[in-house]
């Protein structure tokens, strides 16, 4: 989960133009990279006007899904319930 997009993204478009790649698609409330598509060239790091894109060290996630975006977890409440 190397190059994350937060909050502060302003949908301008610059990193998903800019992403040799095609990782990155504009959501509704904010850009998302595709980390499969991601060669973590730091192109869209250094385009974003809003430094709203930043380098996420793995080291510092103890789970990886804590660096996904809020909008992109699944609800607790969809969650399949295990069998008792
Ligand atoms: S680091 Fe490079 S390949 Fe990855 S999303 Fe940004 S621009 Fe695309
Ligand atoms: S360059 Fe930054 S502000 Fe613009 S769409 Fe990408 S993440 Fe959002």
Redesign the pocket.
């Known amino acids: 989960m ?2 994350v997009v937060t909050a502060e993204c302003i949908l301008c478009g610059a ?1 998903v133009s ?4 095609n ?2 698609t504009e959501g509704e409330t904010q850009s998302h ?1 595709d980390v499969n ?9 250094a385009n974003c006007p809003v430094q709203a ?1 930043y380098y996420a060290e793995e080291s510092k996630t103890a789970n990886p899904q804590d660096a996904v975006p809020a909008d992109l977890k699944m609800p607790e409440e969809s969650k399949p319930t295990p069998d008792p």
């Open positions: 190397p190059y990193c800019g992403c040799e790649s990782a990155i990279i598509l991601c060669i973590e060239c730091g192109t869209c790091e894109i």
